[in-house]
């Protein structure tokens, strides 16, 4: 055989290679995920949609929240196509969608059943009725307490305090000599930590961060009444070096059973009552975020959401993937594997219909009633001219939201007066809201 | 003559000596021990040192969520290539610097440096625009240019330095005895510079190992080194640190053990030329 005749057998073989292997191509879709059990679960159990769309191949990249938002800011921005399906949060759909930078999704298929879809969820992931995210899981805030200390102070929490009830309640409960604080409540600097709680409480009081000509209201006496509770509460009945405490921090104070009550997010209520983890499992009670009789409670609204950025190029494959991962089918599966304490919350009504879920999930009538009661479109007691609960849905939230919450921080930790940090976080608010063009 | 060392001084000067290397490796050593106790011993308060339940579950959870070897087999590429890549470059640009400079040869080395001294996140959108126009994004070739061209002002100021510890005239009898300009580099200089470009090698390799800005920036799963292993390991709601503390021990040990095997290297290269 000559040479000639070779190269050309050769170069014949690789063509039919190459012509196989297009004919099986698959589209590959780039999936941006945050590292928490519901996603990790989320990514065991994929197999199920690879067998049901085998052209589609998943692969994941799992980050640190902050990491994600940069990464893929940098991506859609410059339109560089790296991932097919992102994971965000009720903070960034509004401001997303109204960039153009996600995908509309208001046509996915009729058995995908959108308006089972919890109303409040849906309304802060919407930009003008338009759906931008579909919610993996979502989230309120709420009371977790201890009913054992509880009885043992001769209190009782009502499923709808007051901040009355919370502060005699802590009181009562706090026993430091016995390493037991009254109440644990978020103390760390960041907007997604000790502001995401203050503003709830702020809420819950009548305060606003912006008047509808976006004034920044931190002079006003029901922020100088918020934080003048929430330093009581603290330096009176919260364990000692509370102004680094976040998320995590109490959830390890609250299940080493130190805390009597604890308000933060709702799915801790499966951490909590969670054996393996809580010495205190059999002992938690539930109730609403507090109110001051103004109307509003003091509770968020939160979804992680998977939305597809417009500059993917497999967008009709990535929302195959989308609608799957948050159907009702996915709910389902996730039940028959690991059990229904351990489907994600906060999504769809039809989960708070089925008894198996509310039989399995104490603190599920809890949760849907926070969420239920939490409204992003008018979360505050005035009017306000943004959408966000315990955010302002602006970009520049982020900067602000994290240099306010340093200086609530810097003031439970005794650094300043409430009347410094209120000064302060006024001052700093004006500055970034005059340089951003929303004031003169 | 030498000053005497008492050995009053010598015991002080040698806690002293601990006590600093203890404090510098202390992050380390409790990150690692912090990877083998179980998530609530690991947010303990007051910390728990060694009395705890030791386990190896971290590691193994680490393993199961995502593949240990990929990450670390991009960041071998990257870290030797854009070294390796580094020196190619380097050593000819050292030589003609340190043998045969210029009226500007200073300003060029000050002006080499000048690009160390801009955050890096400035000129993200500007890479990121080039990489996308060139298809090099969440590729190794990219990035290892990438790390190339971060690291090689240090790297050519490193060489200078040494090269021009070497006496020009050895260079001028390797001429005379008829060597080319590229025999004379490889031939004489090379060898001689060699401990000097064994420690520019070694350090590079671990600048490049632990760079994360750009490492994690421009890549997504195909070219995605150990920073990125790590960076995928922090939580928002739920323990983690134990789990983090796993992933970065995993991610760090390679770069320690070279580190510790070419220690008396490193610290040669690194002094040599300091006394002058």
């Known amino acids: 055989m000559n040479t000639l005749t070779r190269a050309l057998m050769g170069a014949t073989a690789l063509c039919a290679l190459g012509i196989a292997a297009s004919a099986q191509e698959a589209t590959t879709l780039t999936i941006a995920t945050v590292n928490n059990g519901d996603m990790v679960r989320m990514q065991g159990l994929t197999d ?103 009885e043992a102070a001769g209190v009782t929490i009502p499923d709808q305090p007051t901040w009355d009830d919370i502060k005699a309640a802590a009181a009562a409960m706090n026993d430091p000599d016995n390493g037991i604080y009254g109440i644990c409540l978020r103390g760390k600097a960041g907007w997604g930590e000790n502001t995401a709680f203050i503003t709830t409480m702020a809420n819950s009081y009548g305060a606003r961060w912006f008047d509808e000509n976006w004034q920044p209201q931190f002079d006003s006496p029901e922020w100088k009444a918020t934080i003048t509770d929430y330093l009581d509460l603290m330096t009176n009945y919260g364990p000692p070096g509370a102004s680094s405490n976040g998320f995590n921090e109490n959830l390890t104070l609250f299940q080493q059973g130190k805390c009597g009550m604890w308000i933060d997010a709702t799915v801790a209520g499966s951490f909590v009552t969670d054996p393996n983890n809580s010495t205190v499992a059999d002992q938690v009670g539930f109730a609403l975020g507090p109110d001051s009789g103004q109307g509003k409670r003091a509770n968020w609204l939160w979804a992680w959401s998977l939305a597809i950025p417009s500059s993917s190029d497999a967008p009709d494959a990535a929302k195959q993937f989308v609608a799957w991962a948050t159907s009702k089918e996915y709910t389902e599966l996730v039940a028959e594997n690991e059990g229904w304490a351990n489907v994600p919350p906060g999504t769809r009504t039809s989960l708070y219909e089925n008894q198996e879920y509310l039989a399995a999930a104490p603190f599920a009538q809890m949760t849907i009633d926070s969420i239920n009661a939490a409204d992003p479109n008018s979360p505050t007691v005035q009017p306000v001219p943004y959408t966000g609960v315990q955010f302002v849905a602006i970009p520049e939230f982020q900067g602000i939201g994290t240099a306010v919450g340093q200086e609530f921080s810097a003031a439970l930790a005794g650094e300043k007066t409430v009347d410094e940090a209120l000064a302060a976080a006024q001052e700093l608010a004006v500055q970034e809201m005059t340089t951003a063009g929303y004031i003169q | 003559m030498s000053r005497a060392v008492t050995p009053a001084r010598k015991t002080i000067n040698t806690v002293l000596a601990w006590t600093v290397a203890l404090i510098l490796f202390f992050p380390i050593l409790w990150t690692v021990l912090t990877s083998f106790k179980p998530e609530p011993v690991a947010v303990a308060s007051p910390p728990v040192f060694l009395n705890f339940d030791w386990t190896l579950k971290n590691y193994y959870d680490v393993e199961r969520q ?16 854009s070294t390796v890549l580094g020196l190619v470059l380097a050593v000819p640009a050292a030589w003609s610097m340190a043998f045969v400079p210029g009226r500007r040869t200073k300003d060029l080395l000050m002006w080499m440096l000048s690009t160390k001294m801009m955050p890096a996140v400035g000129v993200l959108v500007p890479i990121y625009l080039i990489f996308r126009t060139l ?88 070219a995605a080194p150990l920073t990125k292993f790590i960076a995928g390991f922090s939580s928002p709601q739920g323990l983690f640190y134990a789990k983090l503390s796993a992933a970065s021990t995993m991610a760090i040990a390679p770069i320690l053990v070279l580190g510790w095997f070419s220690q008396r290297q490193l610290v040669r290269g690194l002094t040599f030329g300091a006394v002058k």
């Open chain 1, 48 to 150: 199920a949609f690879t067998e049901q769309h085998p052209d589609i191949e998943l692969e994941w990249v799992t980050l640190e929240e902050n990491v994600l938002r940069q990464n893929v800011t940098t991506d859609i921005a410059t339109s560089g196509g790296q991932y097919d399906v992102i994971t965000i949060g009720t903070y960034e759909v509004p401001i997303w969608g109204k960039q153009g930078w996600l995908v509309p999704l208001n046509d996915l298929p009729a058995e995908y059943d959108v308006d089972d879809i919890l109303p409040p969820i849906r309304a802060g992931l919407s930009v003008d009725d338009t759906l931008f995210a579909v919610p993996f899981y979502g989230e309120s805030s709420f009371v977790m307490y201890r009913k054992d200390l509880a």
């Open chain 2, 135 to 222: 298809g090099l994004l969440d590729s190794r070739i990219g990035l290892t240019v990438v790390l190339m061209l971060i690291n090689l002002p240090i790297i050519v100021w490193m060489l200078y330095t040494y090269f021009r510890e070497i006496p020009g005239e050895i260079l001028e009898a390797a001429r005379m005895d008829g060597a080319t300009l590229s025999s004379e580099i490889i031939y004489v200089l090379t060898p001689m510079a060699l401990p000097g470009i064994a420690s520019t090698f070694l350090l590079n390799v671990i600048l490049a190992w632990n760079e994360a800005f750009w490492t994690i920036n421009l890549t997504v799963t195909d």
């Open chain 2, 66 to 81: 995502r593949d240990y070897f990929d990450y670390f087999l991009n960041s071998v590429i990257i870290s030797l290539g």
